[in-house]
């Protein structure tokens, strides 16, 4: 065995075992709940232990009015949130169990649209990028706030409507209000709306398709809350409006069983943990593909990209100007170039920038109209 292969299996080794470390699973869920089984106000923090279904004292009362929004940042120990009677963004410190409110941090403020006509923020997650998302009821605003020191709010603007949705649009308010959001391993996030439908968006491009509308749920049932499993592979769901069982999802099927393990049951107005769904593509894009995808013409190579120079390589699309863009999985572009197509195949080369972190990115390729012609992962790794 070479050094040179040594080397990357080694640090292949390292980075395996400090992501375990790093990622150890949340066996419980926060809930928001009323203070006893027959109350209303969503104002009671618990916290549901995932394995034996167990719930524990009440932590806190949440102050000023019902909560249907929570989010679990694991990193600073802090579970964000927001009272339905008023969208200022606040946080528990669970150290202290001392509330806070962020100072002028208000999600319409932020957005630039009436609070009162687009109903107050009812869904919440912390991503694996350590922001905060919550969509609107309307899907006219993706809102970003950062996790670090005091937070501020940032208004990534409308969720975009998958064409294959056709009349199951992102942006029906009596359709896909309420319910929650989780996050999975490949900058999506999922979100899962009061009337069980699921829409899956994809952080880089807000680009929004509906997947299903959970099956196996009482004709009652209207989810809530989500929290994601240890092993990453399901989805425990609660409702505000049924008492009788919290249920499991198979997020490949979007089928519900009711959860086994869920002895007391409270209805609640929102779940969260750290947990994320895996998706795999981790896994898969440690590794050099030895089949580089053709996308729409595009062909990107290596991947993951080692030494910092990617090739990029045309196939078969009509001449003209051409923008290829790399960005991160936030949307920001990194770097743009230009090209001018001349023949049936041509092949470009970028070099990413030194200072580019090691992670996860997109390539776009715009043509000369700025509409997008392929958008493909890429894996940049450092030695």
Known sequence: MSRKLLFRLLLLIMLLHNNSVKSQPDHFAYAV?????????????????????????????????????????????????????IDQLRYIDLFTMKSVAVSDQFFSRAGGYDFKNAGPINRMVIAPDNY?????????HLIRFTTSGSPTLTDLGDLLDDPKN??????????????????????????????NKVFKVDLATKMTTYLATISGLPQKFTTSGAAVSEDGKQLLISSSAYSEAYFLVDP????????????EIYESGDLANSNILFSNAQEASLFISKDPENQNGVRI???????DE????????????????????????????????IGVTQTEVMHIPRDAAQG???IRILDERNHVVSIQKLVVERW
């Open 310 to 341: 990617l090739s990029i390589q045309f196939n078969e699309l009509p001449p003209g100007y051409y923008s290829i863009q790399l960005a991160n999985l936030m949307g920001k572009k990194v770097l743009e170039q230009h090209v001018s197509l």
């Open 132 to 140: 905060g998302y919550t969509i609107t009821n309307d899907g006219n």
């Open 33 to 85: 709940t009323a203070l006893n089984k027959e109350g209303s106000s969503w104002i009671a923090l618990r916290k549901m232990d995932t394995r034996t279904g167990d719930f524990g004292d009440i932590l806190i009362n949440l102050p000023d009015s019902s909560v249907a929004a929570i989010a679990y940042d694991r990193r600073f120990n802090r579970l964000y949130y927001a009272p339905m009677n």
């Open 166 to 195: 056709k009349e199951m649009t992102i942006h029906s308010f009596c359709a896909n209000s309420g319910g929650d959001l989780v996050a999975d391993d490949a900058g999506h996030l999922y979100l899962i709306t009061g009337s």
């Open 252 to 263: 490949e099927f979007w089928h519900a069983i009711p959860s086994q393990t869920t002895h």
């Open 301 to 307: 190579f290596p991947n993951p990209v080692l030494f």
């Open 360 to 362: 996860f990115y997109y």
